[in-house]
């Protein structure tokens, strides 16, 4: 069922002819995620280079008091071998690092869909409060002539005319206010976008995702993720101070020289790390053979290593009880979205009604009007509380998709795609 929903996810941010979340993924905010995103990829490779061999050319001379000089040269590096060690605890931690960083910006890709898509909405509405602005002050300036015509006749005080007037000045400055309001909301709208933009009007999302697939998306929500990572990276601390307090430090190395070639291997078992050189003498002499050594020590008393054991293993239980209040939250959040997405389909459904009766009233006033029973003026009215309704009914709508992809975004849904 999920992947029904999940179809329709990105379609309710497709206007007529214009897809916002390609819009987003123009804008100058997006680009510097993109370069945050970029930089965190370098620092992982940093981390993957530390598993690769090293190679470094190598030498020495030496001249004693009598005059005797020995010269060698060679190469010499390092490989980190065994799975554990500095080089392996770091590309761990790097890894982790950079799963977290793809949390975070994934949750600043939404934050910033959901910005431009709030600015989006609210600049489409401000064009539709001017509209309903603008057909209001047709509407005061025929009632006020309609006054003005019937106090010539003797059928209108003078009060209904200053009454007539009053409401004319202020469908004026509503107008004034409305016109304001929508190039400051087209101003914002381009300052995200980086680019102007013609609002158009946003369809609502066909399926919504049930309770129970809202749930379900628990473990995909990057505070989850990275309580997640919080309580590995614990764990991974444990392991490393279990290590270094339990495993004994043991070294072996082999060396041999022939005809003035030498070589030289060495494994650390505690750093997992195997060294190697290859030497040649150009002056002095050498001699010949294989030479074995070893050794290892261990650690017998260590109160220090053993209170730091003790802080890691209480560190990851401190992790655990992180992840779970973690799951806690988040189960009550999905819930508050998704009831509040319910409740903003309900109020659509409510608009819908509204629009439905204020269209049957223009109807009627029309109607009216054919047959001689109804004027001119009850007839802009009708069109005045149809263009209201439309306004109610496109708010509706707006509510509608900010719920939805707040819910979205709570369930951990990237949405601008990309990677997860």
Do not use: C, I
Not at 1 to 26: C, N
Not at 97 to 110: F, G, H, T
Not at 279 to 308: M, N, V
Request: glycine residues 6%.
């Amino acid at each position: 069922m999920r992947k029904t929903w999940l179809f329709f996810l990105l379609l309710p941010a497709l206007a007529q002819g214009v897809d916002l979340r390609a819009l987003v993924r123009q804008s100058p905010g997006f680009r510097d995620l993109e370069a945050a995103r970029a930089q965190a990829e370098l620092a992982l490779e940093a981390a993957r280079a530390g598993l690769a061999p090293t190679l470094a050319p190598q030498g020495s001379y030496s001249r004693t008091p009598l005059g005797q000089e020995s010269l060698s040269l060679g190469v010499g590096g390092s490989l980190p071998l065994l799975p554990w060690g500095p080089a392996q605890d770091n590309l761990r931690a790097a890894e982790r690092a950079y799963r977290q960083s793809l949390q975070d910006l994934k949750a600043q890709e939404n934050a910033l869909f959901q910005k431009a898509l709030s600015q989006y909405l609210d600049a489409y509405l401000a064009g539709l409060d001017l509209g309903v602005a603008r057909k209001t002050l047709e509407l005061r300036e025929a009632q006020l002539k309609a006054v003005e015509a019937q106090q010539v006749r003797g059928q209108a005080t003078f009060q209904a005319l200053l009454e007539a007037q009053a409401n004319l000045a202020q469908a004026q400055a509503d107008a004034l206010r409305s016109e304001l309001a929508l190039s400051l909301a087209r101003a914002r709208l381009e300052a995200t976008l980086g680019t102007r933009v013609e609002p158009l009007p946003l369809s609502p999302p066909r399926v919504l995702p049930t309770l129970e697939e809202v749930l379900k998306a628990k473990e995909r929500r990057p505070d989850v993720q990275k309580a997640r990572l919080a309580l590995e990276e614990a764990e991974d601390l444990l392991a490393q101070a279990r290590r270094d307090r339990f495993l004994p430090r043991v070294s072996v190395n082999v060396s041999g020289t022939e005809a003035g070639t030498g070589f030289g291997l060495g494994l650390d078992l505690k750093s997992g790390e195997l060294s190697y050189a290859l030497q040649h003498a150009l002056l002095g002499a050498s001699q010949s053979g294989l030479t074995l050594q070893a050794q290892a020590s261990f650690p017998l008393y260590s109160p220090s290593q053993d209170l730091g054991l003790r802080q890691k293993e209480e560190a990851v239980e401190q992790a655990k009880r992180a992840l779970e209040s973690a799951l806690s939250a988040a189960e009550l959040d999905l819930r508050s979205k998704h009831q509040t997405l319910l409740q903003a389909q309900a109020q659509m459904g409510v608009a819908s009604k509204l629009l439905e009766a204020a269209k049957n009233s223009l109807d009627t006033a029309q109607k009216r009007l054919e047959v001689g029973t109804g004027t001119r003026l009850e007839v802009a009215q009708a069109e005045v509380n149809l263009l209201q309704a439309q306004r109610t009914w496109e708010g509706a709508v707006s509510a509608l998709l900010q719920a939805y992809y707040a819910l979205l975004d709570a369930m951990g849904e990237a949405l601008l795609g990309g990677e997860e």
